[in-house]
């Protein structure tokens, strides 16, 4: 494969619902250029990307999985993400390293509860997307229905591009609406056929032209200068404008096609061409260095800034997965690791195809590659040159929802488990692996019950230890019902020398809904969850650096709540007066008075236990739907809505996520095998009261 240069390189995601056909659309797109000589299918088990084993037999994308490939002089380094809501750790990871992405939708369902999930995690990434309605083929396809879900539940301005020839089963091509053409592929054929528009299609190509120009020129000012003045758009004028809206995001191009019967992939990978931006069109980007901001651009010449945004370990070594932002890494350069601050050696550079890897020389700004070589770079950290030294922004990590005690079946494979639980949690930030301080259990913590489900597996299938999984638990959240003012709290401790001597009085209150939260610092306990902090001392009666020491105290006590250990959040904590001492005041002291007087406060507080909850999508055949509202009120689930589909119905419910272990085997062994249902978290929600064990009666001999 030739060099190409950063303006030819177009890095993105695939991203959608679960069995929307991502995984699909990228096999289409590996054979449409040349990288594989044979359709690869999920079903059969064949798909490049889903290479792990575990993904060929449940049949969905776990693993975020990179392919490079090339397009019309172009090189796209592409990304197949998961679809399931529990491996969205995987999504975030990968867009933030990605400059555009395809969201695939479902032409007969529309948006779905985890496209909606993956749009807004593109939306928080800035990440540019164009839209590929799939599956035009099927019974109950309908494009404009399609289309209107997306402007009414993403809230994008969708830019309708093609026309379908043909419905459903007859389902034949597209027009282009940009070129005013039509594109039709036979079945077997290996290209489209271009030709004029059809004759019973040329009114409806003509309005929805005028249509797309209108929207078009309401929104790009040099567009809408030549519609003014011409009352249509040029060719050439239409396309840049569109170019430019998806890159600003105010606008979303919107193509469609069946990639299971190859129809529109190409047009697809000539919209990723024209539309989405390279390395050089999106802002250079961001880092730090001793607090101070900097910014490289995507210039192969500048110095080495590099992400790491993936680690996977294969039978021939670890793989450490890059995007190289600015700069250019050799094969056996040093480079600086400047989040644990020492040095790493490039040992190879490989270009991915998923589970095939090729050599290679150099990376250049742009780029994403696979290095081998290095021993503890972990997913978030940045690589750099050792005198240019930056730390880039690392992904975002969810926190775990989900938690099993795990143990090996035989004592002597106990070390082999630890290890074993060492290296997923290394490569996957989203598991978490500790000790509960009471039992002395192992606990694997996640998001969700399939993630877990496949943490074990890989333990047994990659490392050979057989292992007892426990019941799965939810992590449980504390926050303040009603609070509690003026609570003092004096530190006081002389044990010779300098003493420690702080006064502090607090108010504790819950955090109004409207208050944004102010998360801790790097580390810290509290780290993400909703808390705020005020001072309102007066007269400086406690000096501003010991109110940052009590803040951080405060940080400390949130850690654990007072109900059962969970963690606190939803609090707002104000400092309204406190004592200092001439000599034994200290950062020490008022940090320790901070975190002991919080967590006497919150004992004296109303708390209320949270569970997370989590928003479930259930697909039923209608005759079963009585059975389905049933069990869904038994498992604590609140129905916020119901529709007809399809002649199925869709049912939309809040649910506690702790009431829906084992639930798909229920719902199957409820409609016979034919329902289904997909989850996506939704937050936390007060956990009723535990009901009271009952004192058996003392039992009264017969005399």
Same mark, same amino acid.
């Given at each position: 494969?030739?060099?190409?240069?950063?303006?030819?390189?177009?890095?993105?995601?695939?991203?959608?619902?679960?069995?929307?056909?991502?995984?699909?659309?990228?096999?289409?797109?590996?054979?449409?250029?040349?990288?594989?000589?044979?359709?690869?299918?999920?079903?059969?088990?064949?798909?490049?990307?889903?290479?792990?084993?575990?993904?060929?037999?449940?049949?969905?994308?776990?693993?975020?999985?990179?392919?490079?490939?090339?397009?019309?002089?172009?090189?796209?380094?592409?990304?197949?993400?998961?679809?399931?809501?529990?491996?969205?750790?995987?999504?975030?990871?990968?867009?933030?390293?990605?400059?555009?992405?395809?969201?695939?939708?479902?032409?007969?369902?529309?948006?779905?509860?985890?496209?909606?999930?993956?749009?807004?995690?593109?939306?928080?990434?800035?990440?540019?997307?164009?839209?590929?309605?799939?599956?035009?083929?099927?019974?109950?396809?309908?494009?404009?229905?399609?289309?209107?879900?997306?402007?009414?539940?993403?809230?994008?301005?969708?830019?309708?591009?093609?026309?379908?020839?043909?419905?459903?089963?007859?389902?034949?091509?597209?027009?282009?609406?940009?070129?005013?053409?039509?594109?039709?592929?036979?079945?077997?054929?290996?290209?489209?056929? !271009? &030709?004029?528009?059809?004759?019973?299609?040329?009114?409806?190509? $003509?309005? +929805?032209?005028?249509? =797309? /120009?209108? *929207? #078009? @020129?309401?929104?790009?000012?040099?567009?809408?200068?030549?519609?003014?003045?011409?009352?249509?758009?040029?060719?050439?004028?239409?396309?840049?404008?569109?170019?430019?809206?998806?890159?600003?995001?105010?606008?979303?191009?919107?193509?469609?096609?069946?990639?299971?019967?190859?129809?529109?992939?190409?047009?697809?990978?000539?919209?990723?061409?024209?539309?989405?931006?390279?390395?050089?069109?999106?802002?250079?980007?961001?880092?730090?260095?001793?607090?101070?901001?900097?910014?490289?651009?995507?210039?192969?010449?500048?110095?080495?800034?590099?992400?790491?945004?993936?680690?996977?370990?294969?039978?021939?070594?670890?793989?450490?997965?890059?995007?190289?932002?600015?700069?250019?890494?050799?094969?056996?350069?040093?480079?600086?690791?400047?989040?644990?601050? !020492? &040095?790493?050696?490039?040992?190879?550079?490989?270009?991915?195809? $998923?589970? +095939?890897?090729?050599? =290679? /020389?150099? *990376? #250049? @700004?742009?780029?994403?590659?696979?290095?081998?070589?290095?021993?503890?770079?972990?997913?978030?950290?940045?690589?750099?040159?050792?005198?240019?030294?930056?730390?880039?922004?690392?992904?975002?990590?969810?926190?775990?929802?989900?938690?099993?005690?795990?143990?090996?079946?035989?004592?002597?494979?106990?070390?082999?488990?630890?290890?074993?639980?060492?290296?997923?949690?290394?490569?996957?930030?989203?598991?978490?692996?500790?000790?509960?301080?009471?039992?002395?259990?192992?606990?694997?913590?996640?998001?969700?019950?399939?993630?877990?489900?496949?943490?074990?597996?890989?333990?047994?299938?990659?490392?050979?230890?057989?292992?007892?999984?426990?019941?799965?638990?939810?992590?449980?959240?504390?926050?303040?019902?009603?609070?509690?003012?003026?609570?003092?709290? !004096?530190?006081?401790?002389?044990?010779?020398?300098?003493?420690?001597? $702080?006064?502090?009085?607090?108010?504790?209150?819950?955090?109004?809904?409207?208050?944004?939260?102010?998360?801790?610092?790097?580390?810290?306990?509290?780290?993400?969850?909703?808390?705020?902090?005020?001072?309102?001392?007066?007269?400086?009666?406690?000096?501003?650096?010991?109110?940052?020491?009590?803040?951080?105290?405060?940080?400390?006590?949130?850690?654990?709540?007072?109900?059962?250990?969970?963690?606190?959040?939803?609090?707002?904590?104000?400092?309204?007066?406190?004592?200092?001492?001439?000599?034994?005041?200290?950062?020490?002291?008022?940090?320790?008075?901070?975190?002991?007087?919080?967590?006497?406060?919150?004992?004296?507080?109303?708390?209320?236990?949270?569970?997370?909850?989590?928003?479930?999508?259930?697909?039923?055949?209608?005759?079963?739907?009585?059975?389905?509202?049933?069990?869904?009120?038994?498992?604590?689930? !609140?129905?916020?809505?119901?529709?007809?589909?399809?002649?199925?119905?869709?049912?939309?419910?809040?649910?506690?996520?702790?009431?829906?272990?084992?639930?798909?085997?229920?719902?199957?062994?409820?409609?016979?095998?034919?329902?289904?249902?997909?989850?996506?978290?939704?937050?936390?929600?007060?956990?009723?009261?535990?009901?009271?064990?009952?004192?058996?009666?003392?039992?009264?001999?017969?005399?």
């Amino acid at each position: 494969m030739r060099t190409h240069t950063p303006a030819t390189v177009r890095n993105l995601g695939i991203l959608a619902h679960v069995d929307a056909g991502k995984t699909t659309v990228t096999e289409r797109i590996l054979y449409a250029t040349g990288v594989t000589h044979k359709r690869g299918e999920v079903h059969d088990g064949t798909a490049v990307t889903d290479f792990d084993p575990q993904e060929r037999d449940r049949g969905i994308t776990i693993f975020a999985a990179a392919v490079t490939c090339a397009w019309d002089s172009h090189r796209i380094n592409l990304i197949d993400t998961p679809g399931h809501v529990d491996f969205a750790d995987e999504v975030e990871r990968s867009l933030r390293v990605l400059d555009g992405a395809v969201a695939v939708f479902d032409a007969v369902a529309g948006v779905e509860p985890q496209s909606e999930s993956v749009w807004r995690q593109a939306d928080r990434h800035g990440v540019p997307r164009i839209a590929f309605v799939n599956k035009m083929d099927r019974a109950g396809a309908d494009l404009d229905a399609a289309v209107d879900s997306i402007r009414r539940r993403l809230h994008p301005a969708p830019l309708v591009v093609q026309l379908p020839i043909g419905a459903e089963g007859g389902f034949t091509g597209v027009v282009d609406l940009v070129r005013m053409r039509a594109l039709t592929w036979a079945d077997g054929a290996e290209a489209a056929e !271009r &030709g004029p528009v059809p004759e019973e299609l040329r009114a409806e190509a $003509a309005r +929805r032209r005028h249509l =797309l /120009e209108e *929207a #078009v @020129a309401e929104r790009h000012p040099a567009a809408l200068e030549e519609y003014c003045d011409r009352g249509t758009l040029g060719d050439g004028t239409l396309t840049a404008a569109l170019r430019d809206l998806t890159r600003s995001g105010d606008g979303v191009v919107v193509l469609c096609g069946s990639a299971y019967r190859d129809r529109g992939v190409e047009p697809l990978l000539d919209a990723v061409v024209a539309y989405l931006p390279s390395p050089l069109d999106v802002p250079p980007v961001r880092g730090t260095h001793h607090g101070e901001e900097r910014e490289r651009a995507a210039d192969p010449d500048a110095p080495l800034a590099a992400l790491a945004f993936k680690v996977q370990a294969t039978a021939t070594g670890r793989l450490t997965f890059l995007r190289v932002y600015s700069g250019t890494m050799e094969k056996g350069d040093t480079v600086w690791d400047a989040t644990t601050g !020492r &040095g790493e050696r490039i040992g190879r550079i490989l270009r991915v195809r $998923a589970d +095939r890897h090729d050599p =290679l /020389e150099r *990376a #250049v @700004a742009g780029d994403i590659v696979a290095v081998v070589g290095l021993k503890g770079t972990r997913p978030g950290a940045t690589l750099c040159a050792p005198d240019a030294p930056l730390v880039l922004e690392p992904p975002g990590t969810a926190e775990p929802v989900v938690h099993v005690a795990v143990e090996a079946r035989r004592s002597t494979d106990t070390g082999r488990l630890a290890s074993a639980l060492a290296r997923l949690a290394e490569e996957d930030p989203s598991l978490v692996v500790r000790t509960d301080p009471e039992t002395g259990q192992t606990l694997l913590s996640g998001m969700g019950e399939l993630h877990l489900e496949v943490a074990a597996e890989r333990v047994r299938r990659e490392h050979g230890v057989e292992i007892s999984v426990g019941r799965p638990g939810v992590a449980y959240r504390e926050t303040v019902g009603t609070g509690v003012s003026g609570f003092g709290y !004096r530190h006081v401790k002389q044990d010779g020398g300098a003493g420690q001597f $702080a006064h502090v009085v607090l108010d504790v209150a819950p955090l109004g809904p409207e208050e944004p939260e102010k998360p801790g610092g790097p580390g810290e306990p509290g780290e993400g969850e909703g808390f705020v902090f005020v001072s309102a001392v007066t007269g400086g009666r406690v000096p501003q650096e010991y109110v940052r020491a009590v803040e951080a105290g405060c940080r400390e006590a949130l850690a654990e709540g007072p109900l059962g250990g969970h963690p606190v959040t939803g609090v707002r904590v104000t400092l309204t007066d406190g004592q200092t001492h001439v000599k034994d005041s200290s950062d020490t002291a008022f940090r320790t008075a901070g975190r002991l007087g919080l967590r006497d406060a919150l004992r004296a507080c109303a708390m209320v236990l949270l569970e997370p909850v989590v928003e479930v999508t259930v697909t039923v055949p209608e005759d079963t739907v009585g059975g389905v509202l049933g069990d869904l009120a038994a498992r604590r689930g !609140r129905v916020t809505g119901s529709r007809t589909r399809a002649g199925a119905a869709v049912v939309t419910a809040t649910v506690p996520l702790a009431e829906l272990f084992g639930y798909a085997t229920r719902l199957r062994g409820r409609t016979q095998g034919r329902g289904t249902f997909t989850a996506r978290p939704t937050g936390y929600a007060p956990a009723p009261a535990p009901t009271p064990t009952p004192t058996p009666a003392p039992a009264v001999r017969a005399g």
